[in-house]
């Protein structure tokens, strides 16, 4: 029963460091993504995949890197870290609902706060 | 891109009393969908709607599909201290193949004096 899997919690990085956030889902949801949650600024979405293979750019994709190689991982991979990249990113997954081939994002994980100093 | 407007930013109530929040867009949306965001948490779905015009509950939550495609409105009764969080709209359109993409509206922090 654990749905939407994010790792780790909490992470500092000194800026120019690269990490990967990893994200998992165990519902078998075709679609995954990646938001970045920032005061008073909602949930912004980075990059999105709608299935193992396949991956495309959100709103605000600069500086980060995903990719899909199966149906249950979804990592986000930021390149050099900058201060502007301090946030709490979310990881989501999502099913066709019953509107048919519309999907919402269902499940978000708890969360990655990065602080990039 | 999309805008979705959220309102009220922040609410301040009494237990007991009803609330109400709304989002309009600048463009049309599909699907309107209301998340709940507990501290230190991710948000969990609410309600979706699916229908220009539907009005879905769930408890004491009711929200509706404007008509108009360009608003949704989410109502809370007899609101309870664990109603307190981050209430976040969101707006989905179908363009093409990207029929997957979410808009959110900014938030309402909501809080519930005992």
């Known amino acids: ?117 | 891109g999309q805008q979705l407007n959220q309102s009220p930013q922040s609410m301040f109530i009494q237990e007991g009393e009803d609330v109400s929040m709304n989002c309009t867009s600048s463009s049309i949306f599909n699907t309107w969908l209301w998340y709940k965001q507990d501290p230190g948490e991710g948000p969990v779905l609410l309600i979706a709607l699916y229908k220009a015009g539907e009005l879905t509950s769930n408890g004491r939550l009711t929200a509706q599909f404007g008509i108009t495609r360009k608003d949704s409105f989410l109502n809370i009764s007899a609101s309870i201290p664990s109603d307190v969080g981050i209430y976040f709209c969101a707006g989905q359109l179908r363009s093409g193949g990207s029929n997957y993409k979410l808009t959110f509206g900014k938030g309402t922090l909501l809080t519930v004096n005992p």
């Not at chain 1, 790792?7 to 949801?29: E, I, R, W, Y």
């Not at chain 1, 989501?92 to 994980?109: I, L, V």
């Open chain 1, 1 to 117: 029963n654990a749905g939407v899997t994010q790792t780790p919690k909490f992470q500092v990085l000194k800026t120019g460091q690269s990490m990967t956030l990893q994200c998992a889902q165990d519902m078998n949801h075709e679609y995954m993504s990646w938001y970045r949650q920032d005061p008073g600024m909602g949930l912004r979405l980075i990059h999105y995949s709608v299935g193992a293979g396949i991956t495309d750019q959100g709103e605000v994709p600069n500086g980060y890197n995903v990719s899909r190689s199966t149906t249950e991982d979804f990592p986000l991979r930021l390149l050099s870290a900058a201060p502007s990249q301090t946030s709490v990113y979310f990881c989501a997954s999502s099913y066709k609902n019953r509107a048919g081939g519309w999907n919402t994002e269902a499940f978000f994980g708890q969360g990655t706060r990065l602080t990039v100093v």
